[in-house]
């Protein structure tokens, strides 16, 4: 098994745990909406992200960072959770049981993510229809669709959900002949 494999199942559990801590209290979507908002300042903090990683930077230097950033802007079951990630020296893969979180989140609400990439944005009346589309597709309650803009696509959209993809681009269509034509 590959080292990113290893790491990826250590965050399995850390996940599971706040699920359930998280479902017990009722707060699963709070909790849901407070890790992205964790992880969208990660994302902007390099420094931050630096500081988690540092296995060498003092454990009660990292508490005192992540209470002054977060003790405001989080419930106080995430506080109380990053707090325990930094002492079992777990904080770095904080990035990897976010993402975790929010797949089971996803799973428990038997939400599709569906993530399209157009190089026009959508109307609302075109969401609406793809999402009603996706929902009798995969036969899932809810579907959250992620839009990518990507002028460079000639054209139509591609979708992916899970490991399927759906490419309606004219550029999709004009690779598919290539590569038909060559082969004949």
């Known amino acids: 098994m590959s080292n990113q494999g290893v790491i990826s199942k250590a965050a399995i559990p850390y996940a599971e745990a706040l699920i359930e801590s998280a ?51 989080v419930h106080d079951l995430v506080l109380r959770f990053l707090l325990v990630l930094i002492d079992r020296r777990r904080i770095s893969l904080l990035d990897l049981i976010i993402n975790k979180y929010l797949d089971l989140v996803c799973q428990i609400e038997s939400t599709v993510v569906a993530e399209i990439s ?9 969401e609406k229809e793809l999402i009603n589309k996706i929902k009798n597709m995969s036969c899932s309650k809810t579907v959250r669709l992620v839009t990518k803009l990507e002028p460079d696509l000639i054209a139509g959209f591609i979708i992916k959900i899970g490991s399927k993809t759906i490419d309606t681009s004219l550029q999709g269509k004009l690779t598919h002949m290539t590569t038909y034509l060559n082969s004949a």
Do not use: G
Request: proline share 3%; hydrophobic share 35%.
């Open 118 to 126: 157009t190089p026009i944005a959508l109307t609302d009346v075109q």
């Open 23 to 73: 479902r017990d209290t009722s707060i699963l979507d709070q909790i849901k909406q407070d890790l992205c908002l964790v992880s969208s300042v990660l994302k902007k903090s390099q420094e931050l992200k630096i500081l988690f990683d540092n296995p060498s930077i003092k454990i009660e230097t990292k508490k005192n960072v992540v209470n002054q950033v977060f003790s405001t802007q």
